[in-house]
Structure formats: structure tokens, C-alpha cells
């Protein structure tokens, strides 16, 4: 069966344009990189993970996580913690910031975050998981999604207990990454738990997982009778595999273009974090969008060498020098910053880190 990923679909009252979901991604999702998942075919987007108890206690960079632009939309902001009260809270601030849906992080693995409590753990522990899902439904008008794993050992089967349970609690939305916590990112993802999860709940079901090609997204789409695929690794550096899989269009760009895409990606992370913080953060970036036979390893070696994102925009262009014209087209494309949602109601700037 052929599915047609450019067709619509709804999370309650929300429309999806497409059947493709950018998958929220720490230390990767930034608004850049949400914009860019848009422009090239992601019918949503999604925040990286933001901690309830950040937003509690205002801190600066945790409420740099809202930034919101005209372009994002529909955009779902990611919230983890383990309070359902404060998670809560952090609900009605995520959609003050302009997030069209609230979801939750029931899926880190994460040391850090598990024994807080929070993240995968809530799949060992359905009760709290439902307050928590039942809290935020309560608290805010947009629909509510929850993103989770299998469970948290290999071969549990707790999304399929669970799930149905917090559906119930008021879930809009469910994403499976059906790999155990255990698991981290090794083995594969199995979609087969995807399918019994599309036939327990009747709302829409987002597969998450090993999603690299039109073909596999197909054949999950296919398989499991999910709503969406997300796409998270095979989009780092990347975003004509979101391309592929929407349209089937060819997924390799020419030098020109994988220079401009990454020349606009450093700008408007320069806006976004700040210089400071941008030129440690784009690192990984280089490789990602370099590699794959596209420019001679050195030159990433190179770039993640130079100290400012300024010498690493010449040297691109010096690379490429017809992505000049590239790079002013896709500039003129993007909406003023002006535009950007400013948190008037927030109780500090988050402009202060730039
Ligand atoms: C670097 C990285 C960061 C991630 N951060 C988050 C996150 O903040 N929240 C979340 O729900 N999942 C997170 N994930 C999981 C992805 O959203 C996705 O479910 C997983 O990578 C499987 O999809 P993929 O095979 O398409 O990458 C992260 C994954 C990676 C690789």
C-alpha cells in the first residue's frame, strides 16, 4: 500500500500538513534547525525536552528554549519533569510562548533525568504518568501529546499498557520510540509494537524510530497503520532526507547548497544562542552536514578548529563561492526576527544570553 505522506492530518483541532514529524532532539532542535524541518517537508516540529523545574524557577536559558518564530507553526514544545502540578505550570508557559501542542517526555533514558523521576521512568510508575498527563490536559486548552519508549528493560511491552491509560488521562497523541530504555539508541526500533499500539488507542499514533528513507517510511506507515513517522537522526545535517521522504525528491544536494543550508544554519544560531554559546554548539554540525563524501574531511576539521562562526561562513564560502546567491535567497525567504513571539508575560527577558 503506498501512503501519501503529503496528505493532512489532524491532532484534535490542529491540522498537520504532512505525515513527516521532525523529532525533538536535545542539544540539536533549535529553532534553526525546527525552521529548516519545515521548510523542506516536516508537517510538525518539535522543541528539544525543557525542563519543568527550569521553567519554575525562571531560569534564563531554560525559558530561551520558547523562542518561537512565525514559521515554526504547528510547533509542540517538549516538557519533562515528574510533578504534575509543576508540569503543569510549565504547560501554560509553553503555550504562552505559542507552542500548538504540549507534549510530553515520558521516553529520556537519560541518567540525568531518570532518577529525577522523570523521562522513561514514568513507564514503571502508570499513576504518576496519568496525573501528570491528566494535570497538564487540565491546565491548558491545546491538545496534549506523550512521547515515550517500549519501557524501560528489553523486550517490555509497557507502551501497551500504559498508552491506553494515559489516552484516558487525556492524551491527544501518542509517539512510540518502541526501543527499551536499556536499549539507548542500540538494536533497532520494532514497529511491530507500533501496530499494536495504532489498534489499542483511537487517537493518532506517531512511529518514531529508525525512520532513514521513503522506503522505510512507507513500509512503517504501511505496516502499523501509524499517522506519522518522526524523523530524528536521519534529518542532523540532513534536511534533504526530510525532502526524500515527503516527495521523493533526490536526496543529495550539490556542494552550493549543503554550504548555504549551513551558512543560514549558523547565522541564525548566532541569533538564537549567542556567538559564545553557538560556536561550541555548531560543532557537531559540521561533520553532520560535511560528511558523506560531500566535502573532503579535512575541511570539517578545519572549520571546528576556527573561533568564530564568522571565519567559518568565509571559509564556506571560499568552498563554494556560488552559494552567495544561494544563501541571499534563502535569507530573503525567512521571516523578520522581529516576528518572533516575545514572551511579554514571561517574568524575565530571554533575550539576556542573546
Ligand atoms: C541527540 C538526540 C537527542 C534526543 N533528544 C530527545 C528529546 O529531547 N526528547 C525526546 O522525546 N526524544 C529525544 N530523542 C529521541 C528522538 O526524538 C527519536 O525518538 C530517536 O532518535 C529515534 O528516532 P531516529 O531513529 O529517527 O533518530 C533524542 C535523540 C537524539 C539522537
Not at 286 to 303: A, D, I, S, T, V
Amino acid at each position: 500500500m503506498q501512503v501519501d505522506l503529503r496528505e493532512s492530518w489532524w491532532i484534535r483541532d490542529v491540522e498537520i500538513p504532512t505525515r513527516l514529524v521532525l523529532a525533538p532532539m536535545a542539544g540539536v532542535s533549535v529553532q534553526a534547525f525546527r525552521r529548516q524541518g519545515r521548510r523542506y517537508g516536516a508537517g510538525l516540529v518539535c522543541s528539544e525536552m525543557v525542563s519543568c523545574a527550569g521553567l519554575e524557577h525562571r531560569n534564563e536559558r531554560t525559558l530561551g528554549y520558547l523562542r518561537v518564530a512565525r514559521d515554526e507553526h504547528p510547533l509542540a514544545i517538549q516538557i519533562f519533569g515528574s510533578e504534575p502540578t509543576v508540569m503543569a505550570e510549565a504547560a501554560q508557559m509553553v503555550v504562552t510562548a505559542g507552542a500548538d501542542i504540549v507534549d510530553i517526555n515520558f521516553g529520556c533514558p537519560v541518567r540525568k533525568v531518570t532518577k529525577t523521576g522523570a523521562g522513561a521512568t514514568l513507564l514503571d510508575d502508570p499513576d504518576r504518568a496519568c496525573a501528570i498527563v491528566d494535570a497538564v490536559a487540565g491546565a491548558v486548552d491545546v491538545p496534549v501529546s506523550v512521547k515515550m519508549r517500549r519501557g524501560l528493560e528489553d523486550g517490555s511491552r509497557a507502551c501497551l499498557t500504559v498508552g491506553p491509560q494515559l489516552v484516558a488521562a487525556g492524551a491527544a497523541t501518542l509517539t512510540l520510540h518502541p526501543r527499551s530504555a536499556r536499549q539507548m539508541y542500540t538494536g533497532e526500533a520494532d514497529h511491530s509494537l507500533t501496530a499494536e499500539l495504532v489498534e489499542l488507542v483511537d487517537v493518532p499514533v506517531i512511529a518514531s524510530g529508525d525512520i532513514t528513507s521513503r522506503g522505510r517510511a512507507q513500509a512503517v506507515l504501511a505496516a502499523t497503520g501509524a499517522a506519522a513517522v518522526m524523523v530524528g537522526r536521519a534529518a542532523q545535517g540532513n534536511p534533504w532526507s526530510l525532502r526524500e521522504i515527503v516527495d521523493g525528491a533526490a536526496a543529495e544536494p550539490s556542494r552550493e547548497e549543503v554550504a548555504a543550508e549551513l551558512i543560514v544554519f549558523v547565522r541564525e544560531t548566532v541569533r538564537e544562542l549567542g556567538e559564545r554559546r553557538a560556536v561550541g554548539f555548531l560543532k557537531k554540525f559540521y561533520g553532520w552536514y560535511l560528511g558523506r563524501g560531500r566535502f573532503p574531511r579535512p575541511f570539517k576539521q578545519e572549520l571546528v578548529q576556527l573561533e568564530s562562526t564568522e571565519e567559518v561562513v568565509t571559509r564556506l564560502l571560499a568552498a563554494a563561492p556560488r552559494a552567495t546567491e544561494l544563501v541571499e535567497r534563502l535569507e530573503a525567504e525567512l521571516p523578520d526576527p522581529a516576528d518572533e513571539i516575545l514572551l511579554d508575560s514571561m517574568p524575565i527577558s530571554i533575550y539576556g544570553g542573546g
